[in-house]
């Protein structure tokens, strides 16, 4: 099974419009870690914002927040406002928790493009 | 704080050849990633170093190889290049590769194999 999985290939928002970016994880850990990363077109990954599994509220950090749904494994990202500069590949990750290395696992990603 | 840095940026090679990139970590950061970024196969593993021991590994062929010295700059190998081996080659970085560390990528290596 898919550790993360984005089901949307492709969003378009309009400007200044609020948009959710899905992402649903599986996993039997207890502790673990969800990232969302932003990929422009440049190709550099971007840190957005980080959620515990042991973290009650939802994270956010500015215009991104994290939508947390530890019954339903999910966690999508909601931009709000969004910008012409927030069009890009969004990537949901995961991490299981110990110290043994574990690896970040990523989704496909989903494609953003802010229409003006 | 610098960030991750990698080099080279961009790089051509022909097939059969061995290739070798570099990955600087942010200053303290023990962990370094390794990933593959193909339009075709999304973003994969490839390995995980950390205080110079390799700590896991994705699933990929001999041919890919790294190392990471003990200043934690880290360095991957890619010995007989294929064409399928032209991808953008991304590093990360955190301190302890655990949770609730996040990783800070680098701008990445973008590889052309002819």
């Known amino acids: 099974a898919q550790k993360i999985t984005q089901t949307q290939p492709g969003m378009f928002v309009q400007e200044k419009e609020a948009v959710t970016l899905d992402c649903t994880y599986d996993t039997s850990d207890q502790s673990y870690g969800l990232f969302w990363y932003k990929q422009p077109s440049s190709g550099e990954m971007i840190f957005l914002i980080y959620?515990?599994?042991?973290?009650?509220q939802n994270a956010t950090e500015g215009r991104y927040s994290l939508n947390f749904q530890k019954a339903r494994k999910s966690a999508n990202l909601v931009i709000s406002a969004s910008q012409l500069g927030d069009s890009a590949m969004y990537f949901c990750a995961m991490r299981e928790g110990g110290y043994t290395g574990n690896q970040f696992y990523f989704g496909t990603g989903t494609s953003l493009t802010v229409i003006p | 704080k610098a960030g991750v840095t990698q080099t080279p940026r961009y790089l051509i090679k022909t097939r059969g050849q061995q290739v070798t990139l570099s990955c600087s970590p942010i200053s303290g950061h023990r962990s370094v990633s390794w990933y593959q970024q193909t339009p075709g196969q999304g973003l994969q593993f490839l390995f995980e170093y950390f205080s110079e021991t390799q700590r896991n590994k994705g699933n990929f062929p001999g041919r890919f190889s790294g190392r990471q010295f003990s200043n934690s700059r880290s360095e991957m190998n890619v010995s007989t290049l294929e064409l399928g081996d032209s991808a953008l080659y991304l590093c990360?970085?955190?301190?302890?590769?655990?949770?609730?560390?996040?990783?800070?990528f680098g701008p990445g290596t973008r590889l052309t194999v002819l």
């Open positions: 959620q515990g599994s042991y973290d009650e």
């Open positions: 990360a970085s955190s301190p302890r590769g655990a949770i609730p560390d996040t990783q800070y």
